[in-house]
């Protein structure tokens, strides 16, 4: 039974088979009399693992998943963007499981490639309507009182953008997989703010990276001034380089363009800059032809990590429906799981913890008895808010907003446990 | 001035920075910014104007500009070369199926273009282009989207005057009202439709990466 190791391949009919015994013996009850009938190998053989010695300790002086896990990585959608540098790659949600994304799966997005900073050389400046502008070194912040931990999703403002016009993408980690979340480590952007002095006038702050696209955001001083941190950690490490090593910003539940990443300058003003960032991009075209602007928050949204086209059903009876939901205007109170395509609905298991503007995971058990389902889920947050379908957000905005579509996902999942990405009435 | 109102004004900016060194001090760390360092980085243009430098650049100078620092990607006229962005043209494109979103057509402020292009193009030779080049290609741009005449010259002074044609389209966010039959404290949780149909399907299109052998599954598929 090697073939069901994890990481190797299975062909489509041994796949069926095995898919179809697995399940003859479900309905029974009963296993399969000639799986009962041969001593697994496994068992009855000493495999060389319980006889040879493994690595020493410090084989790996940074550890590596098992190589029976290495099909878990992000990937790209090359058609997607004219260049890899200013491109997006995505998280492997559908083989994930918890909150916490593990930093080398964290989706990737970047304007100007992945900008490789010495500690030693970055600085962080604040100036603009300050009384007295300031510049800090990596060490100078790292010395700052107030340090803080915090749980935060970050989503791209076009996570699942590519679903607008229908079902294109089929896996979880292509239509739902730029996001990842993290144990942030840093200060709040606020104490940086009060050292410099924000004059009366002041009421945004422009934030800008030190990467080629030199990334710049403005945002509203009241934000800038409440929860957002300047972090120098995620999941307890330094920031990987491709996530803004040394410095990036942290904007709890708004739209990920705005954590810029390689942080090297914070101006305080009196005006948003219109930056290409918030002008040409991250606005929103709507069926009339005009634009949202500063469309900020991502509202609440999840979707079935499993099983879904990435992830199969491999056996009737006992399975579970695990997800993700998170919100960017609080705490996921609730998650609906429905396997009829929205006909009856159940409430899902939420597991772990559901902190505000975070991940939080859901589960549903649930007994297959190979008929098809229409899985679909559906988050509500602490503010009463209730993820609407593709539908209800085609009919406020049209097919034309790029962004922040938070729509309900359907998985289509097949008698035989395939899924695939479907939309329905 | 008297002596008096000379040495207020003198105490007067001894207290301004003294409170500002106060506030730095609350926390002893950092360093005052040097203006030199505050202008090396602060580069950014506002709609209104503020942060443009002294300079200048016509079309026709834009164009020369243009056709040896931006066009192998953006095309000559700013039509784009493969799936390198469109920078012109579109123009009345934003209600149809396919919208074409470009400095012309969509872009509300013409300080983005200049902003922009001084901070992050050329793509791969970011902040090589001197003030007067920048103003030229942003004068060239204007002339293909045809917002300024051939013979134009645009400057610090006269920027603020021109403006792009879709400025007045855009709205701050109002989901919260537009949307307001999202927040819905009691979903409908049984027996909510009658019935239920495929209406897309992912497959059909077959654009995802797959694991190249087999070909039928997507990339990552689990075993």
Known sequence: MNQTKPGTRVDRRRFLTLAGLAGAGAATGVRPAAAEATPDPDIVNLPPWTQALGAGVNNHPYGIPSPFEKDVVRREVTWLTASSESSVSFTPLYALDGIITPNGLCFVRHHGGEAEIDPARHHFMIHGMVDKPLVFTMEDIKRMPGRTNRVYFLECAANSGMEWRGAQLNGCQYTHGMIHNVVYTGVPLRAFLEAAGVKSKGKWVLAEGADASAMTRSIPLEKAMDDCLVAWAMNGEALRPEQGYPLRLVVPGWEGNMWIKWLRRIEVGDQPWGQREETSKYTDLLADGRSRRFTFIMDAKSVVTSPSPQAPLRAKGPNVVSGVAWSGRGTITRVDVTLDGGKNWTTARIEGPALPRAMTRFYLDFDWNGEELLLQSRAMDDTGYVQPTKAELRAVRGVNSIYHNNGIQTWLVRGNGEAENVEVS | ?223
């Open chain 2, 1 to 223: 001035m008297s002596r008096s109102a000379r040495s207020c004004a003198v105490a007067g900016a001894f207290l301004i920075a003294f409170t500002g060194l106060a506030a730095a001090e609350a926390v002893k760390l950092g360093r005052p910014a040097l203006p030199e360092e505050i202008k090396a980085w602060d580069i950014d243009v506002r709609p209104d104007g503020l942060g443009l430098p002294e300079g200048k650049g016509s079309v026709s100078q834009g164009e020369e500009v243009f056709q040896n620092n931006c066009a192998a990607c953006h095309g000559e006229f700013g039509e784009g070369v493969g799936r390198w962005p469109v920078l012109a043209g579109g123009q009345g494109t934003l209600k149809s199926e396919r919208p074409e979103k470009t400095i012309g057509s969509f872009w509300p402020d013409t300080s983005t273009v200049f902003d922009y292009v001084h901070r992050a193009m050329p793509f791969g030779a970011a902040q090589t282009l001197q003030p007067d080049e920048v103003y030229a290609i942003v004068a060239y741009l204007l002339y293909l989207n045809d917002v300024v005449p051939e013979d134009y010259v645009l400057s610090k002074e006269n920027f603020p005057t021109i403006a792009l044609p879709n400025r007045a389209n855009f709205y701050d966010d109002d989901r919260e009202t537009t949307e307001k039959a999202f927040w819905n404290a009691n979903p409908c949780m049984k027996d909510c439709k009658p019935k239920v149909e495929i209406t897309s399907h992912a497959a059909v299109l077959d654009v995802t990466p797959d694991a190249g052998k087999e070909g039928d599954k997507p990339a990552g598929a689990v075993e």
